[in-house]
């Protein structure tokens, strides 16, 4: 809970439940030293309670225990809930380190009354499927509570590529397969969230797959030739998106290279290159999306009779999704998505939708 405000008279109980107990009963010992977790540093138990020097019940007005969510190391590597993370325990208390007579605990069922901290410092990958899908959302803590997001030096929240779409075989006339949409990195839930990215931190949309390409067929008399398309390349993401497979015929088109992790560059599957039979002539897959280059559509087949036209590309996901219209936050320091990825929701735009 809150320690009462300025004012009201406060007890060393009072600071000793919410902080925990100092072996000696000492106030001094709550001028702790330095605690990090996840890389975060902590130099005092809340803000305006000295580290050094005099100290007074009157340091402690107002103030909360601080709790760091373990989105750093003992959390899963994809689809994490910060506050299923929170439910579970899977936290550490500011302080924990010293004033162990008990050691303070989170309020299990009314996170309200403390000051909520989300580090993330690994890499945590999405799903792929809806746009919605998100590597890590905030969940939904108890209305007032203090929720900050930070994304340290190796933290990696990043969204799932989409993967090329196939090529058209060669029977068909028809156009080669759409790359699928890249799903997404950050789904926020709790409102007045404050989600900082610290130098070298990521947060990053999956981007979207390649267009397949469309066959071709040329029929002259005594001969009858077929090319298929060639399939589109995966988009970037985590997981990444895979090649789609090159479309069948006479000569059958390849298929598109899988993407990987974004790391800031070309990241994406590369075409699959379409058949190629006498003046039938498959197309050209598109290359899957990254932070460099947005997915291409397919190519169109050749021929002189039937042909298929080049499958779609595939969307991106969002950096940052919020779950409602009404749901605000704040960002500090830049996402690292590159020019090609999807940030516009990051001041508040049309990327509604968490799962």
Known sequence: MTLPTSGNPIKFSEIESEFGGAPSNNLGAYRISAESYGGKSFSTLDTGIPSSGT???????G??????????????????????????????????????SPAASRNASDSSGHKVFIRVNKT??????SVNNCALRTGSFESGTS??????????????????????GAVSDEAGESGEDGTSALGIEHNGTAVTIEGGGLIVCGFGGGGGGGSGRDEDIGSD??????????????????????????????????????????????AGGGGESGEADGGEGGRGGDQENGAASGGAGGGDEETGGGGGAGG???????????????????????????TGSESGGGSIGVS
């Open 124 to 129: 945590i990958g999405s799903a792929s499927g």
């Open 63 to 100: 103030k909360k225990l601080n709790v760091v969510v373990d989105c750093h190391t003992d959390c899963a590597g994809t689809r994490v809930n910060a506050k299923t993370e929170y439910d579970n325990n899977n936290v550490n208390c500011v302080g924990s380190g010293t004033l162990t």
């Open 225 to 270: 030739r077929s090319a298929g398309g060639g399939g589109g390349g995966g988009g970037a993401g985590l997981p990444a998106g895979e090649g789609g497979s090159g479309g069948g015929g006479e000569s059958a088109g390849s298929a598109g290279g899988d993407g990987s992790i974004p790391a800031g560059g070309e990241q994406s599957g590369g």
């Open 147 to 168: 929720v900050s997001l930070d994304v340290g030096g190796s933290g990696k929240i990043v969204g799932a590529g989409g993967d090329g779409g196939n090529g058209r």
């Open 316 to 342: 991106n996901g969002s950096a940052i999704r919020k779950s409602s219209d009404e749901i605000g936050y704040t960002l500090s320091g830049s996402t690292g998505g590159g020019s090609n990825a999807n």
């Open 55 to 61: 100290i007074k019940f009157g340091d402690f007005h």
